[in-house]
């Protein structure tokens, strides 16, 4: 016997995803700190980085549909692929917080020399003069000081930020992945109930 759409905890199932997607973003954020922290400020380990997690989101994504019983709709789509997308983001956010803070205080030291050194190789690639890029490696060490220790107010705004960033990609991903029961399925359906 199939499950019905009706019979399937989809938020369920959405957050047993996320909880998977965060750990292994977070594992992944681990790995390279620990053994490559240099990685991080890399433009080609950012696009692989992207690649894989969308690989990831869209066996999700196909994932849950298939649970679903091989159907959903927008809403459904919407609803679930927001759930992993956002609850997925707010792990790694949340982890990094508090591993910077409390596990090990060199991860912020560290983000912050990588940022500055790549930001500075950047400007000197360009041609900028030397009191230009110690201005900015200031203001970069300033932003980023209020980015690893955030107030509550900025915690609210990076999550509000997030949750509308997440929201439109989850739209995007919804659109994509929908896939509506045919009319025949529905009209089966119906009369199997009556």
């Not at 999700?60 to 983001?89: P, V």
């Not at 707010?90 to 910077?100: P, R």
């Not at 220790?149 to 991903?173: E, Q, R, T």
Request: include cysteine; charge should be neutral.
């Amino acid at each position: 016997m199939n499950p019905t759409a009706e019979s399937i905890d989809l938020k369920k199932i959405a957050t047993i995803n996320s909880l998977v997607l965060g750990a292994i973003d977070t594992a992944i954020l681990l790995l390279v700190f620990y053994l490559a922290p240099n990685l991080i400020a890399s433009f080609v380990f950012k696009v692989i980085q992207v690649l894989f997690g969308l690989g990831i989101v869209i066996y999700f994504c196909l994932d849950m549909r298939k649970k679903m019983g091989g159907y959903w709709s927008f809403r459904e789509a919407l609803t679930g692929i927001f759930i992993l997308l956002f609850k997925s983001a707010m792990i790694v956010f949340f982890f990094t917080l508090i591993f910077g803070k409390f596990i090990d205080h060199s991860y912020t030291v560290k983000m912050k020399d990588i940022a500055i050194a790549k930001s500075t190789e950047m400007m000197g690639k360009w041609g900028v003069d030397q009191d230009e890029m110690d201005e900015s490696a200031t203001e970069l060490n300033v932003s980023l000081e209020k980015r690893f220790n955030p107030s509550i107010a900025d915690i609210c705004k990076s999550v509000c930020i997030m949750a509308i960033v997440y929201f439109i990609g989850a739209l995007i991903l919804a659109a994509i992945f929908k896939k509506e029961k045919p009319d025949a399925i529905l009209l089966i359906q119906d009369e199997s109930l009556n």
